[in-house]
């Protein structure tokens, strides 16, 4: 007998389809524009000191950047300003959320599982693995169980050799 044939490979036998997150991940770079340092004073924006800043700021620094604008400070910062930054941005921005990084990373995950045929994973057990190498939020990790609870036969979480159970679909 061949040691090759002695061992058998329980979690490849297993018909379990791992689903790695970090697969999703935008690789592109992200930054925060916070509106703190239009403000005068740090107190409130002037709509001619910004609008000045509007003309003269170079936007084609934010090329392919994931971009989370935002307001540090307790200001006076007019719903308009928010606008005016993403318009002129979004040329250049691969995206631009209001908000956090966190905000940031969870827009970028839900567009990229919009992108899944779910349809792959009908009827499957899926293990959405654990263990990542980058940060994945858990608002994605929520997320893709949402999407795929309607449609899997069983999620579980971790690693196919170490796995939590998450859901069991009733037969």
């Excluded at 239009?38 to 002037?46: E, T, V």
């Excluded at 999407?147 to 899997?152: A, Y």
Aim: aromatic share 12%.
């Amino acid at each position: 007998m061949d040691i090759q044939e002695k061992f058998v490979n329980k979690v490849a036998a297993s018909g379990l389809v791992t689903l790695n997150l970090e697969e999703y991940f935008h690789k592109g770079e992200r930054l925060v524009y916070d509106i703190k340092d239009n403000l005068f004073h740090g107190l409130m924006l002037k709509e001619q000191d910004f609008r000045a800043f509007i003309k003269e700021h170079n936007w084609e620094q934010y090329q392919d950047k994931n971009i989370a604008i935002t307001c540090s400070t307790d200001a006076i910062v007019p719903t308009w300003a928010y606008m005016l930054l993403a318009n002129k941005m979004k040329p250049f921005a691969n995206e631009i959320v209001f908000g956090s990084l966190e905000t940031l990373e969870t827009v970028l995950y839900t567009k990229a599982f919009a992108k899944i045929d779910l349809n792959n994973f009908a009827g499957e057990r899926v293990v959405i693995k654990g263990c990542a190498d980058l940060e994945v939020p858990v608002s994605a990790y929520v997320e893709i169980t949402s999407l795929l609870t309607p449609i899997v036969k069983s999620i579980m979480y971790g690693e196919p050799c170490s796995t939590v159970p998450i859901y069991k679909r009733k037969d």
